[in-house]
């Protein structure tokens, strides 16, 4: 069973344009939402996270968007640019222990 | 940041040998460690769950004696393929995580090819 489902598989956006993830989740149990990036051949790199308790968090140019009671969240990437081209993971973890939860990534392509 | 490496970065083995794949980390203690399997274009498959000085926790499905992980101390886990088939060829990554810290720092990966 999937416990977090994310959308879209791919997506190509224009530079400049905004880059929109969205990430869906079912265990009310989860309380910290990370986003990680990730290169070809390269490990995933933890790009900005959040706790329920805060519905946005802001870190330059990318931005978590956290609905509660809808159990979603996004992540919204301005003024896209090429080097942001990467495969974006959206994960979440229970109150027990720091196992991840990920979703199944988006591939993201910024055309300049 | 932390900073979680991984060695080798790379590695071809014949099928039916052992290899040893050695994740670090390099400027923390890394109280957990867990190690994933990637599959291209697919997203990380959590293999197993180690605590210093701990056996293993294995997910559902995973082979705890052909997959050998060992944590021995604070900055090192090992994960050992013993008797490699090509369909364990895959991206294997380790990430870490400190005492009281809820963020895992994922190493670059290693690549396995079994020929």
């Known amino acids: 069973q999937q416990q977090v489902k994310q959308s879209p598989q791919s997506l190509i956006v224009q530079k400049g344009g905004i880059s929109i993830i969205n990430c869906a989740y079912e265990n009310t149990a989860f309380d910290y939402f990370p986003w990680y990036q990730q290169f070809p051949g390269k490990g995933p790199a933890l790009l900005i996270a959040?706790?329920?308790?805060?519905s946005e968090k802001k870190e330059g140019r990318f931005t978590i968007s956290f609905n509660k009671s809808a159990k979603q969240f996004s992540l919204h990437i301005m003024d896209s640019q090429p080097g942001d081209s990467a495969t974006y993971f959206c994960?979440?973890?229970?109150?027990?222990?720091?196992?991840?939860?990920f979703g199944g990534g988006t591939r993201l392509m910024v055309k300049p | 940041g932390a900073v979680v490496s991984q060695h080798p970065s790379r590695v071809i083995c014949k099928s039916g040998t052992s290899v040893k794949i050695e994740c670090r980390s390099l400027d923390f203690q890394a109280t957990t460690m867990f190690w994933y399997r990637q599959f291209p274009k697919k997203s990380l498959m959590l293999m197993a769950t180690?605590?210093?000085?701990?056996?293993?926790?294995?997910e559902q499905g995973v082979e705890k004696d052909k997959f050998l992980i060992n944590h021995a101390s604070l900055t090192l886990s090992t994960l050992t393929v013993t008797s490699a088939h090509p369909e364990d060829s895959s991206f294997y990554i380790c990430?870490?995580?400190?005492?009281?810290?809820?963020?895992?720092?994922f190493g670059p990966g290693t690549r396995l090819t079994v020929t």
């Open positions: 180690s605590n210093e000085g701990s056996k293993a926790t294995y």
């Open positions: 959040i706790r329920p308790d805060v």
């Open positions: 994960a979440a973890k229970g109150n027990a222990g720091n196992m991840l939860t």
């Open positions: 990430s870490a995580s400190g005492t009281g810290g809820i963020e895992q720092y």
